[in-house]
């Protein structure tokens, strides 16, 4: 993983011509020039020169970035900016030595009781019917404020249920193994995308094998916080031990922090581990899909999404792609973003969702739970009384849960 010294080059590369501006999601929701690459570039530039250090104030601008890489796409001097950022705040974290304290709360340990505490939480909040109820007073609910508008999201994550078939007697003779990789907000919260993406391979030829895999360790990455990347990406691939043909995941984000685990770890298990790491989507491509009901259906493109989404769901029998404006645009969630600049995040949420109201559409399948997050945040800004809002869902979900399917 290169370091911010190797990337002095590319920030010279910067002519300030602030084309970033326009696609950057944070400049358009603040019109901060420290929120775009240019301004941050600029910031850069100061500490190369030596004339500004790795201050806390400077993480707080770097962090000030959903990591969406739209400005990469459209830089002219095709600056690599999130990857620049992230080696930035490396250095912060190398350059500070954390508290005891900070240390601990910035550890993967404590994130991980917090996952485990919610789990609990949601299970007991189903168990006893509450998300029935929340779901019948979502509209009074919303006007309660910011403790309303956190229940909606909680109940927007455990409201799609999917039941486990029996095993049918005759199925396909299994040739392939996979390893599922269900990524932490899956395996704590929302366990319905295990059960979807088994059933959509129920009669595929492939079987799965059950390992105890850990978070893909993104918000660490994001973060600049290598040193506890790095723990997590080795206890994950020292989980993945025994024969197996694939690591299959459903979210777009794992894959992509997973790519990254040879930069960090240079060891032949991580290149095994990030090679045999696939999206379900890739295998899932040349099966038939009919949905059981006419449904009008938009999607939501992931930043770190690789696979053509909206051509796989075109593809889908017995529904209509509708097209949204900005659906391969950043949902403003981003893990932490949403945590350390709520009000942005919310901002830029609130106009996805308003457009996926405007496109008429029934549902909107998007495959990352952060961006499910995102969208839902969304809704919940617009006001619900006054508007008609399509249903988000993860697309393997919506997959097992409304359509038939036929391998090919
Ligand atoms: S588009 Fe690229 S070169 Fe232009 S200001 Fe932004 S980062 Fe710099
Ligand atoms: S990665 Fe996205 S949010 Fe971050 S500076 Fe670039 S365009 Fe803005």
């Known amino acids: 993983m290169n370091k911010f010294s190797d990337y002095k080059e590319e920030i010279y590369k910067c002519s300030r011509c602030g084309l970033c501006q326009s696609v950057c999601p944070v400049y358009k929701a603040t ?12 910031m850069l530039n100061g500490v190369v020169k030596g004339d500004l250090s790795f201050s806390k ?4 601008y770097l962090d ?34 954390l508290s005891r304290l900070e240390s601990f709360f910035n550890s993967y340990l404590v994130f991980k009781v917090i996952l485990r505490l919610a789990a609990a939480f949601v299970f007991f909040y189903r168990l006893f019917g509450f998300n029935k109820i929340t779901g019948c007073l979502e509209k009074p609910i919303s006007k309660t404020g910011k403790p309303g508008k956190l229940l909606l999201l909680l109940n927007s994550q455990v409201r799609n249920f999917i ?20 990524g932490c907000f899956n395996k704590y919260i929302n366990n319905q995308t295990e059960t979807a993406v088994k059933k959509i391979f129920y009669n595929s030829g492939i079987s799965f094998i059950k390992k105890d895999f850990e978070c893909c360790g993104v918000s660490y990455l994001a973060d600049g916080n290598i040193e506890e990347f790095r723990k997590i990406a080795e ?12 690591i299959l995941t459903d979210c777009a984000s794992c ?7 040879p930069d960090v770890l240079s060891s032949e298990s991580a290149s095994a581990f990030a090679q045999k790491t696939v999206s379900v989507i890739d295998l899932i491509r040349n099966m038939s899909f009919t949905c059981s009901e006419s449904l009008k259906i938009a999607v939501h493109i992931p930043c770190h999404e690789e696979f053509d989404l909206v051509g796989f769901v075109k593809k889908i029998k017995n ?26 995040s919310e901002k830029i949420s609130k106009s996805k969702a308003l457009n996926y109201i405007n496109s008429g559409a029934d549902m909107v399948l998007t495959t990352c739970p952060a961006c ?15 508007h008609k809002r399509p249903v988000v869902m993860n697309l393997f979900v919506f997959l097992a849960k409304y359509c038939s399917v036929e391998n090919i």
């Open 163 to 182: 039941n486990k078939e029996k095993t049918p007697d005759k199925i396909r003779q299994k040739e392939k193994t996979a390893l599922y990789f269900e």
């Open 64 to 97: 000030l970035c959903t990591g969406c890489n739209a400005c990469k796409d459209f830089c002219p001097s095709d600056i690599d900016a999130k990857k620049i950022f992230v080696a930035a705040k490396q250095r912060y974290y190398e350059e500070n030595n």
């Open 31 to 42: 019109l901060s020039e420290c929120a775009v690459s240019k301004g941050k570039f600029n």
């Open 255 to 261: 894959l992509d922090t997973i790519k990254t685990y």
């Open 235 to 246: 206890k994950n691939i020292a989980a993945a031990e025994g024969d197996f043909d694939y």
């Open 57 to 60: 104030q400077l993480k707080k």
């Open 372 to 386: 499910i997050l995102g969208l839902e945040q969304g809704f919940i800004e617009t006001d619900i009384a006054q």
């Open 319 to 344: 529904i209509e792609y509708v097209k949204a404006d900005d659906f391969d645009k950043c949902c403003g969630f981003s893990g932490t973003f949403a945590l350390k600049y709520p009000e942005i």
